[in-house]
């Protein structure tokens, strides 16, 4: 994908930077809300309309001034079938409480850290338990999941399941801020249920 080894280095080092960054954890709510609208747009295959359901949420490791705008998954119900939709996220993966970028950044192996990168790993205090079982996630769960094996042929040369998520991380393009706002956008439908 074009960019030197030192770039894509470069960009794992400090990519951290923007877990603390609210005008990057406010750009995700305007993603989120960009997705939400489209959703509500395409309206319930019965033909109803959707109405706004979100569902609270008490997001952890999250910068006390941005903690309004990780404070609810963005859902609809229909107002005829009372069917449920889950807007696909860039803040959240899955139901897990944690922001979807702590749960991509803080699983990268320590030692691919620079310092600056590993004192934001420490202020985010994730229980090490809590690191490990996404670690464990990426290394075992990911690589099934039918978004991983609908989309890894788009990476050439193949990326190393054993170094996720590093390995995937490095593969987007681009500053870091744009290189995250992909991935993210990427792992996207992981966020909503199957
Ligand atoms: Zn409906």
Not at 23 to 31: E, W
Not at 109 to 123: G, N
Request: hydrophobic share 40%.
């Amino acid at each position: 994908m074009g960019e030197s080894l030192s770039t894509k280095i470069e960009t794992i080092k400090v990519c951290h930077a923007l877990l603390q960054n609210p005008k990057f954890l406010s750009l995700l709510l305007q993603i989120d809300t960009e997705l939400a609208a489209q959703m509500r747009a395409r309206g319930c295959p019965c033909g109803g309309s959707l109405h706004r359901a979100d569902y609270p949420r008490k997001p952890r490791a999250c910068p006390k001034e941005v903690r309004h705008a990780f404070d609810s998954r963005l859902s609809f119900c229909c107002g005829q079938c009372r069917k449920r939709y889950t807007c696909a996220s860039v803040r959240f993966l899955g139901r897990r409480v944690y922001l979807g970028l702590v749960v991509l950044l803080a699983s990268v192996r320590r030692a691919k850290l620079s310092a600056s990168a590993l004192q934001v790993v420490h202020m985010l205090a994730v229980p090490e338990r809590t690191v490990a079982r996404w670690r464990s996630w990426w290394l075992q769960i990911f690589p099934s999941t039918p978004l991983w094996r609908a989309g890894c042929a788009r990476f050439i040369p193949a990326v190393a399941h054993e170094h996720l998520p590093h390995s995937l991380i490095e593969r987007f393009q681009g500053d870091p801020a744009h290189c995250l706002v992909h991935l993210l956008a990427f792992l996207s439908p992981l966020s909503v249920p199957r």
